[in-house]
Structure formats: C-alpha cells, structure tokens
C-alpha cells in the first residue's frame, strides 16, 4: 500500500490552531496587537499585553471568556495596592525615631501612661532625667504646686509637678463720686491701688446726673476693667446721694448677673493691698474691724466684729447713738457674694424682694438696715482676717469744705507772681 510522506517546509508556513498564518483566518483583537508588538512594543508592553488579552476558551465550548482575564486584573490591582501603603526601608527608620511626633505636620501627640499623684510641697519642680541632653538643667522651678503627674514615653520619664490653681473670684468695686475740689486727688489715689491687685477685678464708679469727662479719661488711664454708671435720682443731702448711686450700682450688678465679691469702696478712704486679697476668702459675708478718724478730727475710733477665729462673736462700738444698731459696721467694714442679689434660692433668702440700701433710716443706720437683708446673724458672718486682728482700711474725713471745685480740674487764670525770676 503506498504512503504518501509529506515533508515539513524550512519555512514557517505550518498552520496554527488559531489561524494565525492562514491568510484567509480573521483574527482576533489580541492576536492582532500581539503580531503588531514584535515590532514596535517593548518586552515590558508585550508582557502586560500577553496577561490581560489572552483569550481564554472553556472545555465545554469554544466560546471566548473574559473572566480570568478580569481575575488576573484585580489580582495584580490588589496586589500594587498593597506595595503601594507598605513603606519602604527609610520609612520605617523614620517612623523608629523618636523626634518624629515633635514636627509640625504632626496632627495628634500621643503621650504614654499619665499617672496623678498627691504632692503637698510649697514649690514645684519639673524632674528630667540626665541622659536627656536638649535641656541642661535638671530641675525647673515653677509656681506652687500640689499633684504630680508622672509621664512615660519610650525611655524617658519626664516627672511634672503642676499645681491646680483655682480660678480667683472677682473683685467688684462699687465707688460712688461726685464734684469736688479733692476728686481727682482721690480717684487717682484708688485707682493706683487698685493696679496693684491681682485680676479679675471690676471698678464701677458711680456719679450723679452726668459722667463727667473727667472722671471718664481718669478711669480709661488707669488700665484696668471699669463700668462708668450715672445715677439719675436727685439727692438733696449728701447722705441721700451715696445711697441713690450705691443702689444704682447693685441694680447693675442684678440686672447682669455678675459674679465676685461685692465692695463698697469709698473714692476718700485709704487701703491696704491685703484688704482686696483677702476679700477672695469670702464665701457669703465677711467682715473686718476700720479705723475711723472723728469728723472732729480730735479722736480715732474703732468699728468693726469681734473675732475668735473666724467667728464673729461681738461688735466693736464707740459712739452712744449708734449702739441702737444691730451690726456695728461700717460701709467700708464689710462685703458679700454677688449671688445673693440676683440668686436667692442658692443661699435660701426668705424672700425674693430686691435688696437695696435705705434712704429712708437715720444717718449712720445705711449700713445695719442693708446688713440685714443680706444675713440674718452672726452665725453666717465671716471674720477676716482670722480673729480680725488688723486693720487693713481707715475711714478718715479730711475733705475741706471751703475748697471750690475747678472745672476740668484747670485753674482758669495764673497764679501772680509773687517773687518775680532774676
């Protein structure tokens, strides 16, 4: 039987599954990128081409499928992601230095265990160990402290002893003034004192009828917080006017709500520094001893609580007619809690009627009268300091009646040359 034997051509003409050397086959998209990629793509391009447009056929039929084609995607996709949010070797040295969270693009500090203890020293010391070299000193000294707070982070432990320092109450200053030869002597006078004292403090001057503009460019040179009230109820005596315009300052003080400590301070008494830092220790009332000179300028008196403690336990008194009183204060001798104004469910008044000085009461009852409607003993009376052993403000009269006050304080003409200049 003959057999025919064909021999395979030297040239590339043998025919594939696919078609590809059959001039007559059409050929598929990828089959034509490919033969175009011998010639103009790179080894890379080839590569990537071959991955995601290779045509897969299934067992069962010949049609073409794009499922592995779309798994090979999303497996390398997944696979750059992944590169991509994994740092590199300088990255990570990055991340292990320990000077990384001080930079500026930093958003978060974290810190590491904070643990709160009990210090009862009178100073305060920020304890950092030696082997730190950015600060040379090991101690620092701040204010007075009370807890320690001890944090960790890495190596290091830094020891911080801080102390809590309660917020100061207010001071409210209530100061009533008027026209007079000595007015600018004795509001520059306060006003100098007040400068001293530790904020939050508030001055409330009060004036009748008009603020002058005198007493505005002294309040605004003084450099500190101020209200400047006008009192607009006339006053025929001068008992009346201090009244009228101390009444205008508490309706002030309720209608806003402030919160401090209440004080009548005079424009013409004299005080001491301790007297307004010690006015930060009342709680509901307090009160404290004032010497007085006599209007007739020949004896000094003694006004004010008798004190065991902080107990008040009688009345300093040295005036006949004024031992009818029930409180034996004077206006400059005591101040109170702004809240028991504006709030009397706190300190449970009996009633909720305003509390206002009295114009109608004989001179020198101003103060028991007011007194009264604050508390109803001693019981809840503050001595200060304790056992009221000083005296820290002095009521003394030494307004000259025969002095005209100038306008704007300005004397209009010159003085005459006495001795005229060689």
């Not at 034996?328 to 008044?349: C, E, Q, Y």
């Not at 300091?385 to 307004?399: A, F, G, K, T, V």
């Amino acid at each position: 039987m003959a057999s025919i034997r064909r021999t395979l051509s030297p040239f590339n003409d043998r025919s594939y599954q696919n078609g590809s050397n059959n001039p007559f086959a059409a050929q598929s998209p990828s089959q034509k990128l490919l033969s175009h990629g011998r010639t103009t793509f790179s080894p890379i391009h080839r590569f990537i081409t071959a991955i995601f447009l290779q045509k897969h056929y299934s067992r069962k039929s010949n049609q073409f499928s794009w499922k592995k084609s779309l798994l090979r995607c999303f497996l390398f996709f997944f696979l750059g992601f992944l590169l991509g949010m994994a740092p590199f070797n300088n990255d990570i040295n990055e991340l292990k230095r320990e000077d990384l969270r001080n930079r500026d693009f930093s958003f978060e500090r974290k810190s590491g265990v904070v643990n709160v203890e009990k210090n009862e020293g009178d100073l305060g010391f920020v304890d950092i160990p030696k082997d730190n070299t950015n600060n040379n000193n090991n101690n620092i000294v701040v204010d007075s402290v009370e807890l320690g707070v001890v944090e960790s982070s890495g190596r290091n432990e830094i020891k911080l002893n801080l102390d809590f320092v309660p917020p100061l109450k207010q001071l409210i200053l209530v100061t009533p003034t008027y026209n007079r030869a000595m007015q600018a002597y004795y509001l520059n006078r306060l006003g100098q004192v007040l400068r001293l004292v530790r904020p939050p403090l508030l001055w409330i001057v009060v004036e009748t009828n008009t603020a002058t503009m005198e007493t505005a460019d002294i309040l605004r040179n003084m450099g500190i917080m101020f209200r400047h009230l006008v009192c607009k109820k006339n006053s025929t005596s001068a008992k009346d006017r201090g009244v009228h315009q101390r009444n205008t300052a508490i309706e002030h003080i309720e209608r806003h709500r402030l919160d401090g400590i209440v004080y009548f301070a005079d424009d013409d008494n004299i005080y001491s520094l301790e007297l307004f830092e010690s006015l930060r220790e009342i709680s509901r009332f307090g009160t404290w001893p004032v010497a007085m000179l006599a209007q007739s300028k020949n004896k000094a008196t003694l006004e004010g609580p008798v004190c065991n403690g902080s107990r008040v336990v009688g009345w300093h008194t040295n005036e006949k007619s004024k031992r009818l009183r029930r409180f034996h204060v004077d206006m400059s001798g005591f101040a109170f809690n702004s809240t028991i104004l504006w709030d009397p469910k706190r300190w449970h008044r009996p009633t909720s009627e305003p509390i206002r000085q009295l114009d109608t009461v004989k001179e020198g009852f101003q103060e028991t009268t007011f007194i009264e409607q604050l508390v109803e003993d001693e019981s809840q009376m503050e001595g200060i300091p304790q056992s009221c052993y000083r005296i820290m403000n002095w009521h003394l009269h030494l307004e000259a009646a025969e002095l005209i006050y100038p306008t704007g304080w300005l004397l209009q003409k010159n003085l005459d040359v006495v001795i005229p200049a060689k």
